[in-house]
C-alpha cells in the first residue's frame, strides 16, 4: 500500500516541475484522493482536515 503524501510534501515535490507537468501531476493527484477516500473513512476525515477534500 502506498502512501499518498501530504499537501507540503506534493507541493514541494511538484515545485519545479514545468508548468505541463505540474498541471497533470496535480489532476492525478485529485484523481488518487478522489478514488481512495471514501466519505466516512479515516483517511477520508484526515483530509478533510487538511482541506484536500470535501
Do not use: C, N, W
Amino acid at each position: 500500500m502506498s502512501t499518498i503524501p501530504t499537501p507540503k510534501e506534493f507541493k514541494d515535490a511538484i515545485e519545479s516541475l514545468s508548468p505541463e507537468v505540474r498541471s497533470f501531476a496535480k489532476a492525478f493527484r485529485a484523481m488518487q484522493l478522489e478514488s481512495t477516500l471514501r466519505p466516512g473513512g479515516e483517511m477520508h476525515r484526515q483530509y478533510q482536515e487538511r482541506g484536500e477534500v470535501t
